[in-house]
């Protein structure tokens, strides 16, 4: 890298002022990297919750097996899903290329903390104990435990507000006292601090007002082979109007949708990433004009021997590069590190991932390109007419 | 690119014809540089000198091609400067070494690097830089510092850096304004003397705006300009060999080397072929001679003989003076002067002789007094 783009025909290489420049003023530099690298790690961590909450978003879906679910016309999101009569499901069962149609329960209920004894939200799921309802097979055999009332199955990956959760525990579910059985790993994302499976007849005493014959969900299984959308216009066509039919993608769609659309998050964290950007792009710019301010003296000496402008204005964006390439690493690193600590500590499911890192370099490389091109138009200034006294 | 030998240029470093430059829209107080001519040779060193606000810098940015040329003929090394594009003008500069009283060097840059900018411009230069670089910072003195930065140096050093800048890639001419402001007379020296062998040794020319008197005499022409016009333009060399002529007559031995150098400045040069006459036995004297080169005879008619039988007084050569006695005695020439080899010759008028010889009384009845002896 240097003044002027090399070709290759010959040795020797130019001096890369960009980079002397960076090296001398160190302190100058340490303290614009500073600037630039929180812009980043800024980056990365709205770019991160909002990744994580789209992963959160269906983390739930993700664990249960399904291709297609029944829900009532009024489904709003997981824990908001209205509820229809079960017998539905024996409609959806009757169609060709059904394997299965199995209610699922689910709601939002306080799980105490059997070590303080608070308090603390939890999805709750009513499910029967033959129902094949996880996607791991390993894990549905704990399900028969739950043919006691008395018994709870939990996600050991829930928040630590909710207390000890292994096998053994006693605790309460609103006001049902249960005893873990048996537990698997998982994580419940935005939705809840965890999840516990009980009985359905013990999620009806928690949830009197989903009494009755009603289901929340129903979770349809395909036979092998059978094609996808066919079966579900089968479903559909044998269903009446206050239920749906939903592929396993569209149920998915809606609650992503639910949480980044239709509530402020997503509008939350896209404003978040743009003020990152915005205000990145700022204070790069202000380092750059300010060093070509700086510089103006030697730079149009360099026009006046002979270098084009071209030349100086890519010096320029070569250094807005830097910038953002130096800025990058400690702010990748240290995001790695919040990441971990923040799944850690709020149960998110946050993670790098390259994707992630090129996305963000891009955008780092996209904002000191911008801010070197606005820097660039101080160039101008740089008269070598003006140099002679 | 290779100076081309255009009409515009022919072999010239640089050639000026009626360059006129005007600052700004409104001409309030007129241009700023009128009507200037200028020729520089190459291999010239060339002192431009002037009271402040003559338009010494404006004329160094138009040749310099820092500026556009508003009026006027300019060729800069076979490049006629009028209407070139950017891309033109900046091939032009590369080509020229700009020596600026700021220095303008890269604080964050080693003297090594900051030459090595210079060279870097070059591809052909490219992978010698370094060792061009270190070359020319040690031919300005500069042989030990090649690894500090500007911080490290001295005013007068720095200036040294800027120099070595100026004259790593070799330019074809340079252009500097005050370069030796900030130097002691032995920085300056090395800077003015490394400029005289570029001179020499590539044939550099070299225009130099500058009020030192300590290295006056690197000066092969001194233009002085006035209100943005060439007031005088004088060969130094040649101004300093007329004087040491004059002073070796009898006629001007003891003036003052500025009465001398007045003398020569007034002097008018002839060119003349073998064969003819410079003037004729029984003239009227209206003028004194020097011979700058060349050969003349001094010759008397035979009295009584008018077909030209000739008698040869006299052969004079480089050096040698005639011509005064009809000024002196106020007398028709006592002889006649013909040319036997081309010469070159300088002429006083009588007027301008007179003022030189009166101004010290005494200095002129004594050469009457040396003249009363002679016949
Ligand atoms: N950029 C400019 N804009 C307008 N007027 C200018 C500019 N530069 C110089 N001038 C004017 O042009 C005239 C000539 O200036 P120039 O700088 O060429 O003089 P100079 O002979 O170099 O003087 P000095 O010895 O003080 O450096 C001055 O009257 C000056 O005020
Ligand atoms: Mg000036």
């Given at each position: 890298m240097g003044l002027l783009p090399r070709t290759g025909s010959h040795f020797g290489s130019r001096t890369s002022l960009a980079w002397r420049n960076l090296v001398h003023r160190r302190w100058r530099t340490v303290a614009a990297l500073a600037g630039v690298g929180f812009t980043i790690l800024l980056l990365f961590m709205q770019i991160g919750f909002y990744d994580a909450c789209v992963v959160s978003a269906t983390r739930v879906h993700e664990m249960l097996e399904f291709d297609a679910v029944v829900v009532s016309?009024?489904?709003?999101f997981l824990l908001q899903p209205g509820s229809f009569p079960d017998g539905r499901l024996a409609l959806a069962r009757s169609a060709p290329g059904v394997a299965s149609a199995e209610p699922l329960l689910v709601g939002r209920a306080p799980w105490r903390n059997a070590a303080t004894g608070n308090f603390y939200d939890v999805l709750a799921i009513g499910v029967a104990p033959d129902h094949d309802l996880f996607r791991d097979p390993s894990r549905n055999g704990a399900l028969e435990r739950l043919s006691s009332p008395l018994h709870a199955v939990v996600d050991r990956a829930g928040k630590p507000i909710l207390g000890p959760l292994e096998v053994g525990t006693r605790s309460e579910l609103r006001d049902q006292r249960l005893e873990v059985v048996a537990d698997f790993e998982h994580g419940t994302g935005f939705v809840a601090n965890g999840t516990v499976l009980v009985n359905p007849a013990t999620f009806r005493r928690v949830f009197p007002e989903a009494a009755g014959r009603t289901a929340h969900l129903g979770l349809i299984s395909y036979h092998h082979g059978s094609d996808p959308e066919r079966t579900l216009a089968e479903i559909a066509r044998r269903l009446p109007e206050d239920v749906v039919a939903l592929s396993r993608a569209q149920l998915e769609r809606r609650d992503r949708r639910f949480y980044l659309s239709d509530r402020p998050l997503g509008l939350i964290f896209t404003s978040g990433v743009a003020m990152a950007l915005g205000v990145g792009a700022l204070v790069l710019f202000q380092i750059l004009a300010s060093d070509i301010s700086h510089h103006l003296g030697e730079f149009a000496t360099l026009k006046a021997i002979g270098y084009r402008t071209t030349a100086l204005r890519l010096q320029v964006l070569e250094q807005g590069a830097l910038f953002g390439l130096l800025g990058f690493v400690p702010a990748a690193l240290l995001a790695a590190l919040l990441y971990a600590l923040t799944s850690r500590v709020a149960g998110l499911p946050l993670a790098m991932s390259p994707g992630r890192l090129l996305l963000v370099l891009g955008l780092t490389l996209a904002m000191c390109g911008a801010s070197a091109l606005l820097a660039i138009r101080r160039l101008e200034r740089a008269d070598p007419a003006e140099l002679f006294p | 690119m290779r100076p081309a030998s255009t009409e515009s240029g022919e072999s010239l470093a640089v050639r000026a014809r009626g360059v006129t430059h005007t600052y700004g829209e409104a001409a309030d107080d007129g241009p700023v540089l009128r009507d200037i001519d200028l020729d520089l040779e190459p291999g010239e060193i060339v002192i431009l000198t002037g009271p402040s606000g003559s338009g010494k810098t404006t004329l160094l940015t138009l040749i310099g091609a820092l500026r556009r040329l508003q009026q006027g003929e300019l060729a800069v090394l076979g490049h006629?400067?009028?209407?070139?594009d950017d891309e033109r003008l900046v091939a032009v500069r590369r080509r020229i070494g700009f020596i600026f009283q700021s220095h303008n060097l890269f604080a964050s840059l080693t003297a090594r690097q900051n030459v090595r900018l210079g060279a870097e411009l070059h591809r052909e230069l490219l992978p010698d830089a370094d060792r061009l670089a270190s070359e020319t910072l040690a031919a300005v003195g500069l042989g030990d510092k090649l690894d500090s930065k500007p911080g490290e140096l001295s005013g007068g050093q720095r200036q040294r850096v800027a120099v070595a800048r100026a004259l790593v890639a070799s330019p074809r001419l340079v252009l500097a304004d005050e370069p030796t402001a900030a130097l002691d007379r032995d920085s300056g020296r090395l800077v003015v003397d490394l400029l005289q062998r570029l001179g020499r040794e590539h044939g550099t020319t070299t225009l130099l705006v500058t009020h030192d008197h300590r290295i006056l005499d690197v000066a092969d022409r001194i233009v002085s300009m006035v209100d943005g016009r060439i007031a005088s333009d004088v060969r130094v060399a040649e101004s300093v060999r007329i004087c040491e002529f004059l002073a070796r007559t009898e006629l001007f031995r003891g003036q003052t080397p500025g009465a001398l150098a007045e003398i020569a400045e007034q002097m008018q040069r002839l060119e003349l072929a073998a064969g003819e006459t410079v003037f004729e036995q029984g003239d009227a004297g209206d003028r004194f001679y020097l011979v700058r080169s060349g050969a003349v005879e001094v010759l008397t008619r035979h009295d009584g003989r008018q077909d030209g039988g000739e008698k040869v007084l006299a052969r004079l050569g480089e050096g040698d003076v005639f011509g005064e006695t009809a000024l002196l005695t106020r007398e028709p020439r006592n002889a006649t002067v013909r040319v036997v080899e081309p010469c070159e010759l300088l002429a006083l008028g009588q007027e301008d002789f007179r003022t030189a010889l009166d101004r010290s009384k005494t200095l002129g009845e004594e050469l009457r007094d040396i003249l009363s002896l002679r016949s």
């Open positions: 016309t009024h489904y709003v | 006629a400067l009028a209407g070139l």
